[in-house]
Each structure stands twice: as C-alpha cells, then as structure tokens.
C-alpha cells in the first residue's frame, strides 16, 4: 500500500515520478472505471514505464461515472457548478484528511505559515450552493489563519471593505480570494491602495457579467485594489490541489501535481512544451479517485514546469476521443 504521506514529502522529478507509477498501478487495479478505459487504450501496467505513458481519463468521467478506487465508504462529494447547463461532475471523497494535507500544504508552500494572514474570501456564487471544494478549502484556511477578521463576505461588501481599509493600515498580510465578478463589483463601488494584500482570483463571471480575457480583468484588478499583480488560484472539482499564480496568469504546481500538454487533434499523445494543447494533470492527492485526468481546458506549459491557461475547448473542439461517450 502506498504510503500517503510520502506524497506530501516529495522533493523532485525522480520521487514524483516513481510515486506516480506507483499509484498508476494501484489505481489500474483498484479503479474500475480507469481500468476499463486503460483496457480500451490496451494500456496496461506492463507497458507503462515512463510518467507519459500513463493514459489520462477524460474529465467528463466524472460527469457520468463514480470514479473511485475500492468500495471504500465516501466522506463527502464534492460538486461543480453546472453553469454551462451541463451534467455536474461528482468528485467522491474518500478521505477529507489528504484533501486538507494537499491544500494546506500546497498554500504554506507558495505563501508561507497560513497563519499569517486575514482570510477575507468573496466567493457568493460558491456560498450560494452545496458541494464546493473551494468553500471546504477556503473555509478550512480560514479556521487555520488564527485570524478573527477573518470571514466570509457574500453581499456585505460595505463592511468587507471596511475590514480591507482597516488591515491595511494596521499592516496585516491579508488574502482577499474572491470569483471574478463579485471582485468586479467590489472595485466598481469602492477603491483601494492595498500594500499588504494579495489579491486572488478564481475565475469565473458565472453568467453574471460578459467572459473578459485575463489581461483586461487582471488591469481593471489591478487598478481598483491599488496592487501590483493579481494572483489566481487553478483548481477543480476532480482534483485535491491547487495551482497557483503570482501574476502575469503564470501557474506553478505543488510538488506532487505536474502538468502537461497533449496534441489538440490527436489526444492521447502528448507534446513538447511551448505548444498550446489540452491540459492534463497529474494529481497525485487524488490517491483514492483518478490521479491522471484530461481536462478540457487549453493551455501551454515552459520549460520551468510553470503554465498558462489559454481558453477551453468547445464540444466541438474535441476530437478523436469517442471513449469520452463510453
């Protein structure tokens, strides 16, 4: 049995890589419905050698199937949001502790001790429904920040921007970590000079404003809140980690997440970096689930391992996978 732990401890490619095979085999042998979508690939353990030729589950899987290794009894299911009018994807937790292990540590590991900071989060979208994994992180990072500003905001915005003026002065490190448009709306009816604050978005206009491209959204940011640089958190449903930016929409992984690119006409291979290509990840959090998923977001990864999201696929965007329907 894998040591969980170990994947919290790892320290570079050789550890990543061999945990990742690691749990490749336990997940082709424990989960039936990535064993049955290795079996169609004719990919099995045996010909797996290298962390590329793992196969990658398409994300819509988790629309339509439980993914999930063993009948092991399930804490919590996770939700998305179904904005686009689409099936929900269900994301069936089997251990809430290696959720809580990979977003702590993935925060201290980009930002230092969580208790450092004043965890304003402006998440009404997310409030306003069951099942986020966002809430449950931000929530959690909350309790942690040893903080009693700390709190979430939904249509408060006045006393929200009260707390912001007031821990600046005082010189608090503060993460305000808010979705898109109500980060919008708060800039639009107040304004800052924040030199303590990291401000992060989510992403995300949930059908409340018009899609802005990143640069356009970042300036007007950047701009209302008087900072330097937006931050921006990538995370999903199906995934128990979180990438992180510091500016420039530029994401760097934890070190037991990895990101790759793969041929936007040919999805089960994958390509060299500086190509723009579907994003598939590897998350090794996802011990109990599906560890290695094909998303449907588009990207490009550098030579440094950090990357860019660049837009997403259409339906009609992806090809030459019809075992996505299976």
């Known amino acids: 049995m894998?040591?969980?732990?170990?994947i919290f401890k790892i320290k570079d490619k050789t550890e990543f890589n061999a945990i990742a095979l690691e749990i490749f085999q336990f997940q082709?042998?424990?989960?039936?419905?990535y064993r049955s979508f290795?079996?169609?690939?004719?990919?099995?353990?045996?010909?797996?050698?290298?962390?590329?030729?793992?196969?990658?589950?398409?994300?819509?899987?988790?629309?339509?199937?439980?993914?999930?290794?063993k009948d092991t009894p399930i804490e919590t299911v996770f939700t998305?949001?179904?904005?686009?009018?689409n099936m929900t994807s269900k994301?069936?937790?089997?251990?809430?502790?290696?959720?809580?292990?990979?977003?702590?540590?993935?925060?201290?590991?980009?930002?230092?001790?969580?208790?450092?900071?004043?965890?304003l989060a402006l998440l009404p979208s997310?409030?306003?429904?069951?099942?986020?994994?966002?809430?449950?992180?931000?929530?959690?990072?909350?309790?942690?920040?040893?903080?009693?500003?700390?709190?979430?905001?939904?249509?408060?915005?006045l006393e929200l921007t009260e707390t912001l003026h007031r821990l600046n002065s005082e010189g608090k490190k503060t993460l305000l970590i808010g979705v898109s448009f109500a980060l919008l709306d708060l800039v639009e009816q107040q304004s800052f000079q924040l030199k303590n604050t990291v401000v992060m978005e989510t992403g995300g206009m949930k059908g409340r404003r018009r899609e802005l491209i990143r640069t356009e959204l970042h300036q007007i940011l950047k701009n209302g809140f008087g900072v330097n640089q937006i931050h921006s958190e990538y995370g999903m449903t199906e995934l128990l980690s979180q990438a992180y930016s510091k500016g420039n929409g530029i994401f760097n992984c934890p070190p037991w997440m990895k990101v790759?690119?793969?041929?936007t006409e040919d999805p089960l291979s994958l390509q060299g970096k500086g190509k723009t290509g579907g994003i598939n990840i590897i998350d090794l959090a996802n011990i109990h689930s599906c560890s290695f998923?094909?998303?449907q977001d588009l990207g490009k990864v550098y030579p440094d391992d950090s990357f860019e999201i660049i837009g997403r696929f259409d339906n009609a965007d992806v090809r030459g996978c019809n075992l996505m329907v299976l």
């Open 2 to 6: 894998i040591d969980i732990n170990s």
């Open 28 to 33: 082709f042998q424990h989960n039936r419905v």
């Open 38 to 69: 290795c079996d169609l690939l004719y990919k099995h353990p045996s010909d797996v050698k290298l962390i590329e030729d793992i196969p990658f589950l398409p994300i819509d899987f988790f629309k339509t199937r439980k993914i999930i290794c």
């Open 80 to 85: 998305s949001s179904g904005t686009t009018g």
């Open 91 to 119: 994301h069936y937790v089997t251990d809430l502790d290696v959720y809580k292990n990979s977003f702590r540590k993935g925060f201290s590991h980009f930002y230092g001790a969580i208790e450092d900071y004043a965890i």
């Open 126 to 157: 997310y409030l306003e429904r069951e099942g986020s994994s966002l809430v449950y992180m931000v929530n959690d990072l909350i309790a942690q920040s040893n903080s009693s500003d700390s709190g979430f905001y939904l249509n408060n915005l």
């Open 260 to 263: 790759f690119t793969r041929d």
């Open 293 to 295: 998923i094909a998303t």
